[in-house]
Nanobody
């Protein structure tokens, strides 16, 4: 069993910043890839960013240059630094981890999400 817990969301003014965390626990041998997604009512889930265990990153065009994904492998925790936030960034942000259990099986886990609201 692998559990992901997001934290760090909240209310911020346009142009402000937030740092989200995604802490993983459970039977984990390794987390190979961590993704951040966001979901707004009335819109499809949107992929935001990806980081591999080795540190390679990719971003959606909508957040490129404003968001930074990172991870601490020793802590099994990933982060999403969000700068210059815009109202359209308002969403529930979920992390997703793909990796391997200590027993050898692969897994894909999702967190419950953390609310980010950007409003003046």
């Amino acid at each position: 069993q692998v559990q992901l817990v997001e934290s760090g969301g909240g209310l911020v003014q346009p142009g402000g910043s937030l740092r989200l965390s995604c802490a993983a626990s459970g039977s984990i041998f390794s987390i190979d890839t961590t993704n951040w997604y966001r979901q707004t009512p009335g819109k499809q889930r949107e992929w935001v960013a990806t980081i591999t265990r080795g540190g390679s990153t990719n971003y959606s065009d909508s957040v490129k240059g404003r968001f930074t994904i990172s991870r601490d492998n020793a802590k099994n925790t990933a982060y999403l630094q969000m700068d210059n936030l815009k109202p359209e960034d308002t969403a529930v942000y979920h992390c997703n981890a793909v990796g391997r259990h200590r027993q050898g099986r692969s897994f894909g886990a999702w967190g419950q999400g953390t609310q980010v609201t950007v409003s003046s």
